[in-house]
């Protein structure tokens, strides 16, 4: 019932920018943390960005100082805000997010977007 729809992804040059979002819709109580993912062909998903409920962030050295991540609460929705990008960043990017439901109160799911394509050319 709970669902995650990315957007934003698309082809971008070397040094360019991208804002990913990620909207979280259904019958939502509370979403706790929220992360981006990403995985490149042929290798592991591996975790971009964090957030907490209470706003605290934290993110691989990979891409500290290029990557921030952002979440307003009232429209359930999580940022990945990219600038500098490299080809090495070129993945598909996926947002999670822990949420409770009203219906399993007392219950916290993980749930997965489908994932949105960012290409980095060289």
């Known amino acids: 019932q709970v669902q995650l729809a990315e957007s934003g992804g698309g082809l971008v040059q070397t040094g360019g920018s991208l804002r990913l979002s990620c909207a979280a819709s259904g019958n939502i109580l509370r979403i706790h943390d929220m992360n981006w993912y990403r995985q490149a062909p042929g290798k592991q998903r591996e975790l971009v960005a964090s957030?907490?409920?209470?706003?605290?962030?934290s993110y691989p050295d990979s891409v500290k100082g290029r990557f921030t991540i952002s979440r307003d609460n009232a429209k359930n929705t999580v940022y990945l805000r990219m600038n500098v990008l490299k080809p090495e960043d070129t993945a598909v990017y996926y947002c999670n997010a822990f949420i409770e439901d009203a219906v399993r109160v007392g219950t916290v799911y993980s749930y997965w977007g489908q994932g949105t394509q960012v290409t980095v050319s060289s």
């Open positions: 957030i907490t409920s209470g706003d605290s962030t």
